[in-house]
C-alpha cells in the first residue's frame, strides 16, 4: 500500500472521528444545559437544542421515564454514546485499510 494512500486513510478516519465526537458534545451539551435549567430563549441555548433535536430525533422519547430529566439524559445521552461507538468503530476500520 503507498504511503499516499495510508496517508489519506488516515486523514478520513480522523475526519470521522471529530465528527462523531462534535455530534456527541452537542448533545452532551444540551444534557448540561438542560439539567442546569438555561435560558431556552438565549440564541446559543437555542441553536445547541435544535442541533440535539436534530441529532437525537430518532432515540428521543424512546424511554418513558416518569422524570423529564431522566428521558433527557438516556435519550439524547443513547444518541450521543452511539455516535461515539459508531464513529469511532468506523473510524479504526478505516484507519486499518
Do not use: C
Not at 52 to 61: E, I, K, M, R, V
Amino acid at each position: 500500500m503507498s504511503p499516499r494512500h495510508r496517508s489519506s486513510a488516515n486523514q478520513a478516519g480522523t475526519v470521522i472521528a471529530i465528527v462523531a465526537d462534535v455530534m456527541a458534545v452537542i448533545l452532551g451539551l444540551w444534557i448540561l444545559m438542560y439539567l442546569l435549567d438555561a435560558n431556552r430563549s438565549n440564541d446559543f441555548v437555542q441553536f445547541v437544542h435544535d442541533a440535539a433535536n436534530w441529532l437525537a430525533g430518532w432515540s428521543y422519547d424512546l424511554f418513558t421515564f416518569d422524570e423529564a430529566w431522566a428521558r433527557v439524559v438516556a435519550g439524547y445521552g443513547l444518541a450521543a454514546v452511539v455516535y461515539l461507538f459508531v464513529g469511532h468503530a468506523i473510524a479504526n476500520r478505516v484507519h486499518r485499510h
